[in-house]
T-cell receptor, first 116, second 115 residues
Framework: AQKITQTQPGMFVQEKEAVTLDCTYDTSDPSYGLFWYKQPSSGEMIFLIY??????QNATEGRYSLNFQKARKSANLVISASQLGDSAMYFC?????????????FGGGTRLMVKP | DTAVSQTPKYLVTQMGNDKSIKCEQNLGHDTMYWYKQDSKKFLKIMFS???????INETVPNRFSPKSPDKAHLNLHINSLELGDSAVYFCASSQPGQGVYNEQFFGPGTRLTVL
């Protein structure tokens, strides 16, 4: 079974509007962390935001926020005021405390395209 | 200064050859990783390694082997290359702490093309 699911292979958003990228996860480990990475067309992986399973508040980093709904096992990324430079692949990832080797498990990614 | 670097950036080679990709990190991290990103952009962990323990993803063929001459380097050796090995390979590093927070810093990737 997929541990991380991103159901939106591609999305369009108008510049300056907000957009939500979906991520659902599956784990029985009570201690886990959720990460979002951005991969622009140049190929590098850029860390955006982190949410721990015990964090009481949703994480925020500038224009990025994480809508964490633990009971639903979802960790959606919200980008406010989209910019042309936000066009990229976005990956949701999870690390389980009980998992071996500190590894991250990634979802399939969502390609976001920002329209001018 | 580049935190995690990989060489080469591009690698084109023939089936059956043996090749290596080098990775170096100057962050002082204890753990390094190799990921494979296929043509559909799916990222999959291959190895996790620190100076004590190598964790191998069970789906990785034994033609792939990580070699770590020291804590700052984790090279990837691939024997008998196959067409399906064509992908982008990412090296990453992290400094695990007490909890689950474990930001991984990625290298720029190496695009391997097997002809």
């Amino acid at each position: 079974a997929q541990k991380i699911t991103q159901t939106q292979p591609g999305m369009f958003v108008q510049e300056k509007e907000a957009v939500t990228l979906d991520c659902t996860y599956d784990t029985s480990d009570p201690s886990y962390g959720l990460f979002w990475y951005k991969q622009p067309s140049s190929g590098e992986m850029i860390f955006l935001i982190y949410q721990g399973s015990y964090d009481q508040q949703n994480a925020t980093e500038g224009r990025y926020s994480l809508n964490f709904q633990k009971a639903r096992k979802s960790a959606n990324l919200v980008i406010s005021a989209s910019q042309l430079g936000d066009s990229a692949m976005y990956f949701c990832a999870m690390r389980e405390l009980g998992g071996a080797g500190n590894m991250l498990t990634f979802g399939g990614g969502t390609r976001l395209m920002v329209k001018p | 200064d580049t935190a995690v670097s990989q060489t080469p950036k591009y690698l084109v080679t023939q089936m059956g050859n043996d090749k290596s990709i080098k990775c170096e990190q100057n962050l002082g991290h204890d753990t390094m990783y190799w990921y494979k990103q296929d043509s559909k952009k799916f990222l999959k962990i291959m190895f996790s390694y620190n100076n004590k323990e190598l964790i191998i993803n069970e789906t990785v063929p034994n033609r792939f082997s990580p070699k770590s001459p020291d804590k700052a380097h984790l090279n990837l050796h691939i024997n008998s290359l196959e067409l399906g090995d064509s992908a982008v390979y990412f090296c990453a590093s992290s400094q695990p702490g007490q909890g689950v927070y474990n930001e991984q810093f990625f290298g720029p990737g190496t695009r391997l093309t097997v002809l």
